[in-house]
C-alpha cells in the first residue's frame, strides 16, 4: 500500500482515519486481482465523491454569481467536474503514483488513464468528507479546482470577453471593472482607439480596436488572461 502520509501532506489534511484515504485509491483492478488481500476498492467512495463535488462547486456558483442562469452555472459546473478536469486535477498533485491496481492495468498505462486519475480524485474527496466534514472538504476543493476556474468561466458562461470578465472581477473582488480611453489616433475614416481596463484602480488590461467598443472587448480579453489562475475561497 502507498504511503498516504505523503499523499496527506499533498492535500493539506491529516486523517484521523489513514484507512478511508488508503481504500480511496484501490483501484478494482487490483482486488479482482488480488481478492481477499483488500479492504475493498474505490467505486462507492467514488460515487459519494462525485456528488460532495457537485454540492460544493454548485454551492460556489450560486453564491459567488447571483447573475448567472441556471443554464450557465450548469455549463460551469459541468465544465469544472468533468472527467478531464478532475484528471488534470489529479495530475497536478502525482496522484497517480499513489494508486493500487493490478498489474496488467498498470502495464496498460492505468495510472495516468484520465477515468482512473478523475475516480480516484473524486474517492479521495470523498474520503475526506467523511474523516473531516464538509468544511475540509469545501477548502480542498476550492483549492485543488484553483488553477481551472478561469478558464472554466471563459468556457461556460457565454457572452463576450467584457460580460465573463465582469462575471470574475464580481467573484473574486466584489468589483465591477471600469474602462478608460488612453488614446484616439488616425484619420477619421480610420481611427484606433486604445482602451484600458481596470479594477480598484489596478491595470488589468489594455486592447486597441477600430471602436470605443472593440477596444474594450480587447482590454477585456487581455485582463482574462492576466487573471487565468486564481480561485477565491
Known sequence: MPDTAALE?????????????????????????????????N???????????????????????????????????????????????ARSIGLG????????????????????????????????????GVTVARKIIVRLLEAEWPAAIAAGTGGDAKS????LTQARFQLTPGYRLLAETGPDHDKQFTVEVTVNGEVLGSGTGSSKKLAE????????ERLRGGFTK
Open 217 to 224: 472587448k480587447e482590454a477585456a480579453r487581455a485582463a482574462l
Open 43 to 89: 467505486e462507492r467512495l467514488e460515487f459519494l465523491g462525485d456528488a460532495v463535488l457537485d454540492f460544493v462547486v454548485a454551492g460556489k456558483l450560486y453564491r459567488d454569481f447571483p447573475d448567472l442562469s441556471e443554464g450557465q452555472m450548469t455549463r460551469l459546473r459541468s465544465t469544472l467536474v468533468r472527467r478531464e478536469t478532475l484528471a488534470r486535477v
Open 97 to 132: 503514483d499513489y494508486l493500487v491496481m493490478g498489474k496488467g492495468e498498470e502495464a496498460s498505462g492505468g495510472r495516468d488513464k484520465s477515468a482512473n486519475l478523475a475516480g480516484a480524485l473524486e474517492a479521495v474527496i470523498a474520503a475526506v468528507y467523511l474523516d473531516r
Open 164 to 167: 465573463r470578465l465582469q462575471e
Open 9 to 41: 501532506k499533498r492535500l493539506g489534511v491529516e486523517f484521523a482515519e489513514p484507512a478511508l484515504l488508503a481504500l480511496s485509491l484501490v483501484h478494482s483492478s487490483y482486488v479482482n486481482e488480488n481478492p481477499g488481500t483488500a479492504a475493498g476498492h
